[in-house]
Structures are given as C-alpha cells and as structure tokens.
C-alpha cells in the first residue's frame, strides 16, 4: 500500500533563504509525482508534475527532483519570500490503477520578513 | 481558461438537509474525482468517475453519491448531512493518459 510522507511538518525561515522541503514515498512504481501549494483555508495550486521518466522540474524559483529507487522528491525553494507562505503537498497516482492520488499530509512553510 | 469550478465555496447547513455540491470542468477530462480535507488525516478519496455512467467508490465514500451525466459535471450529493461531514471538499479532474490533476477551489461546508 503506498504511504507518502512529507517532513518536516512545519518549517519557519527568513525571507531570503533557500529551502528544501521533502517528499517521500514507499512503492517506487509510480507514473508521476505532483506538488501543489494550498493556501490556508483554501485550494489547490499545482505547482510541478515530474513524469516518472523524468528527474526533475522547474518553474521559476522552484526546482522539484525525483528519485524513484529511492523513493523521494524534494522541492527546493530559492530566495524565499513571505509570499510563498503556504502548505506545499506532495500526491503520487495509486500505483496499479491511477484513480486517485496518495497525499502526504504537507508542510507547512511560514516565510518571515 | 481551463478550468474547474465548485459551487457554493462555502455552506452552513443543518443535519438532515439535502445539499449538491457541484462540480464542472471545461477540459473534456474523461477523469473525475471528490476528495474531502480534514486536519491530520490529509486528502482521501470519496468517489471517482472513469467517464459518462461510470463510477465508483473511493476511500471514504459513506454518506455521499455522485453522479456523471454529463461528461463535464460530476456532482456530489449528501442525502442526509451530518457532522461528521463537515470538512473541506475538492473536485478533481485529469485527462485520458494525461496524469495531471486539476483542481477545483473547494468548498468548505459545515453541518451543525
């Protein structure tokens, strides 16, 4: 059964910093790996998706990596800024069947002026 | 612009009142799906649909049905609400053969 793990939980930084926030998961046999950002209280934005051919992302100042043997992904974030305050959420597709997606549980980055 | 649409973002209602949350996609997915949020216990399935007439159960799918008319609505429906259903509810949906999931805004009802 896949379970998909996100740490830390909650991460506090000043603004300006580079960081790396992780992702891992437990059945390598997976199509693709998405991240999405989730404001409080509200939806979900999609950040990334990595192929599971691909070994990494990006889109602006943020970088997703796959590595599939090792069962991780990790989000690096560069110059931080108090904007990019959310929840970040890593979900990878139910192996076997695709029809929903495994959510870790996120974590929560606070970007301090 | 592509897009996934919920209505209402938020409800306040009683136990025991029938309510529809709707969901819309102008994408042409063939893929739908509901999931609920809840503090500590993350996103979970509630019910997904392959296509028109086709759907199926999901991780927590007691106390819901939807329905797949049309290919882009996928409405969920408490028949009977209760607290327990108070939770935060997304739609989904992704393409044929295309993996990426997309999102509607949520809608954030709570059954007193």
């Known amino acids: 059964k896949q379970e998909v793990t996100q740490i830390p939980a909650a991460l506090s930084v000043p603004e300006g910093e580079n960081l790396v926030l992780n992702c891992s998961f437990t059945?390598?046999?997976?199509?693709?790996l998405q991240w999405f950002r989730q404001d409080p209280g509200k939806g979900l934005t999609s950040l990334l998706l990595i192929q599971s051919s691909q070994r990494e992302q990006t889109s602006g100042r943020l970088n997703a990596s796959l590595d599939k043997s090792s069962g991780r992904s990790t989000l690096y974030i560069a110059a931080s800024q108090p904007g990019d305050s959310a929840t970040y959420l890593c979900?990878?597709?139910?192996?076997?069947?695709?029809?929903?997606?495994?959510w870790g549980l996120g974590t929560s980055l606070a970007v301090n002026p | 612009e592509a897009q996934v649409t919920q209505n209402p973002r938020y409800l306040i209602t009683v136990t025991g009142k029938k309510l529809t949350v709707t969901c819309s996609q102008n994408?042409?997915?063939?893929?739908m799906s509901w999931y609920r949020q809840d503090p500590g216990l993350g996103l979970r399935q509630i019910y997904y649909?392959?296509?028109?007439?086709?759907?199926d159960k999901g991780d927590v799918p007691e106390g819901y049905k939807v329905s797949r008319k049309e290919k882009r609505n996928f409405p969920l429906i408490l028949e009977s609400p209760s607290p327990n259903q108070t939770s935060l509810y997304f739609c989904a949906s992704r393409g044929q053969g295309n993996y990426e999931q997309y999102f509607g805004p949520g809608t954030r009802l709570t059954v007193t």
């Open positions: 979900a990878v597709p139910n192996a076997g069947n695709n029809r929903k997606l495994i």
């Open positions: 994408m042409n997915h063939e893929y």
């Open positions: 649909s392959m296509n028109v007439e086709v759907t």
């Open positions: 059945d390598s046999a997976i199509y693709n």
